[in-house]
Structures are given as structure tokens and as C-alpha cells.
């Protein structure tokens, strides 16, 4: 099973927008709306930021937004702030085989 | 608050059995619905699933590590375990536990070097 692909990487200036997106096949991104994102800054654990394609966890700001249209999902940060300089990696449910695949990861830059 | 700790060996030797413990504190890992889960991810790489558990016992693992993986759970300690035999260097990585579904809570990883 190959990992999603994602950019290598994005930038923006603070207070734009920046959209990262997170290619698979209809037996994962496709096939499931079983999409989530994960922040992960140099050093430290993942942290989850969307899941089930749109859904934020309590404490997550509504800077951040998941879309997803057939294979392709999507993460988009509005407003960028410098501390969302990070990583970020999309994960999809693959069904009960595969279970779950995660994407290249993409590393947000704010100039 | 749920918390993930793991804890282990952070030297193995190639050809013997990584072993790892994740503890499980501010909750019962036998409460609700959860699955939970291994991720590892090598040096500058992204992250791949290894496996999970229910607290039934069920377990699923990622199909090209299904051969070397074991997960265990014990509730009367509120942890889990994975054990991967036959490490090579390739093996080498950062692990995490993390709850699922959605891998909301993870820990704060435990590095893992395979080297004679």
C-alpha cells in the first residue's frame, strides 16, 4: 500500500491562506470519509487537527478546515499564524485489510 | 485527561525482538470504545501504522509487518504492549501509542535504535 501524496511543501505570509492537499485511490481517501490531520512540530508527537474529513476536536482553531472531493482530501489554513510552521501529515482509513495509511507529509513554512 | 506513555529498551540488537510498553494514565483503558494503536515513525520520515488493539483482545495489524507484530494488552495495569521480532536497521524509529479512533491522544514517542 503506498502512502498518500501530499506536497513536499507550502508557505505563506502571515494572515494568508494555505491549502495542502492529500492524494489516494477510491480504496482510501475515496472510499471513506475516514480522512484525518495531524500537526507535528520538530521533536514532538503528532497532534491531531481534523478527522473524519471535516470534524475539530475541541481546542483546535477554526483557522483550520478539511474538505475532501473523490480521492483528493484537503487541509486548509486561514489566517496563518507563525506557530502553524510545522509538518503535517493526512492519514485515511483503507478498509479492513490496509486499515490506515498516512500521507508523504507536507511542511508548512510561514515567511 | 487521558494520557500515553511508552517506555522501553531504546538500544536492540539486529535479528532480536523489539519490546514496548505504552501506560495508559488518567483513565480506564478498558472505557469506551477505543482502539490502541502503535505508530512509528523513522528519522525524517512520515509515519506509519503498525497495528492495534481493543480491549476485547482484537487486534489488526499493518499487512507488511503482520508477520513480525504482536500487540497485548493488559487492563489490570492499563497498558498496552508491541513486540517486532527480527528487527534490522530498517526498524529504527520513533514509536508512539496513540488512542483511536482518530488517534486523538498520542505519546510522546520513544526512540528505537536496531544496531549491533
Known amino acids: 500500500q503506498s502512502a498518500l501524496t501530499q506536497p513536499r511543501s507550502v508557505s505563506g505570509s502571515p494572515g494568508q491562506s494555505v491549502t495542502i492537499s492529500c492524494t489516494g485511490t477510491s480504496s482510501d481517501v475515496g472510499g471513506y470519509n475516514y480522512v484525518s490531520w495531524y500537526q507535528q512540530h520538530p521533536g514532538k508527537a503528532p497532534k491531531l487537527m481534523i478527522y473524519?474529513?471535516?470534524k475539530r476536536p475541541s481546542g483546535v482553531p477554526d483557522r483550520f478546515s478539511g474538505s475532501k472531493s473523490g480521492n483528493t482530501a484537503s487541509l486548509t489554513i486561514s489566517g496563518l499564524q507563525a506557530e502553524d510552521e510545522a509538518d503535517y501529515y493526512c492519514?485515511?482509513?483503507?478498509?479492513?485489510?490496509?486499515?490506515?495509511?498516512f500521507g508523504t507529509g507536507t511542511k508548512v513554512t510561514v515567511l | 485527561q487521558v494520557q500515553l506513555q511508552e517506555s522501553g529498551p531504546g538500544l536492540v540488537k539486529p535479528s532480536q525482538t523489539l519490546s514496548l510498553t505504552c501506560t495508559v494514565s488518567?483513565?480506564?483503558?478498558?472505557?469506551?470504545?477505543?482502539?490502541w494503536s502503535w505508530i512509528r515513525q523513522p528519522a525524517g520520515k512520515g509515519l506509519e501504522w503498525i497495528g492495534r488493539?481493543?480491549?476485547?483482545?482484537?487486534?489488526n495489524y499493518n499487512p507488511s509487518l503482520k508477520s513480525r507484530v504482536t500487540i497485548s494488552v493488559d487492563t489490570s495495569k492499563n497498558q498496552f504492549s508491541l513486540k517486532l521480532s527480527s528487527v534490522t536497521a530498517a526498524d529504527t524509529a520513533v514509536y508512539y501509542c496513540?488512542?483511536?479512533?482518530?488517534?486523538?491522544?498520542w505519546g510522546k514517542g520513544t526512540t528505537v535504535t536496531v544496531s549491533s
Open positions: 488493539i481493543y480491549t476485547s483482545g482484537s487486534t
Open positions: 488518567g483513565g480506564s483503558i478498558s472505557s469506551g470504545s477505543y482502539y
Open positions: 496513540a488512542r483511536e479512533p482518530d488517534m486523538d491522544v
Open positions: 492519514c485515511s482509513y483503507a478498509g479492513s485489510y490496509i486499515f490506515y495509511v
Open positions: 473524519d474529513v471535516s
